[in-house]
């Protein structure tokens, strides 16, 4: 962030909650491609079931020129390319990070 001649300030909270969007990310990524390692009945993590969870994931779009490029579209060994790979609805895989309790019940929405 300081890095960028056009930023003058940064809050003290900036970094922290940057920090810990860049680890809810990498969470969710993580596991969604261990779900892949699992279908492939593997027991090691490789960058094929990463690829897999990010085509797999409308968010993570955003990563497919980074982690996939246009010569690897095809899954190692699978012959599966990008265009033949059943998409995975959000609303079948949930979301797997849920918030944790902070100290005290949660209220619900309405409560205080």
Avoid at 4 to 32: G, H, N, Q, W, Y
Avoid at 75 to 99: F, I, N, W
Wanted: proline letters at 4%.
């Amino acid at each position: 962030m300081k890095a960028d001649e056009d930023v003058r300030m940064i809050s003290a909270e900036a970094p922290v909650i940057f920090a810990k969007a860049c680890e809810m990310v990498i969470l969710e990524l993580t596991l969604r491609s261990w779900i892949h390692t699992e279908e492939s009945k593997r027991r090691t993590l490789e960058k094929n079931g990463v690829a897999a969870a990010i085509s797999r994931t409308d968010v993570f779009d955003f990563l497919m020129d980074i982690i996939i490029p246009k010569d690897d579209l095809k899954e190692e060994g699978s012959g599966v390319t990008k265009l033949t790979m059943p998409r995975v609805v959000v609303d079948s895989v949930p979301y797997y990070y849920s918030q944790q309790q902070q100290g005290g019940d949660a209220l619900g929405p309405g409560e205080s």
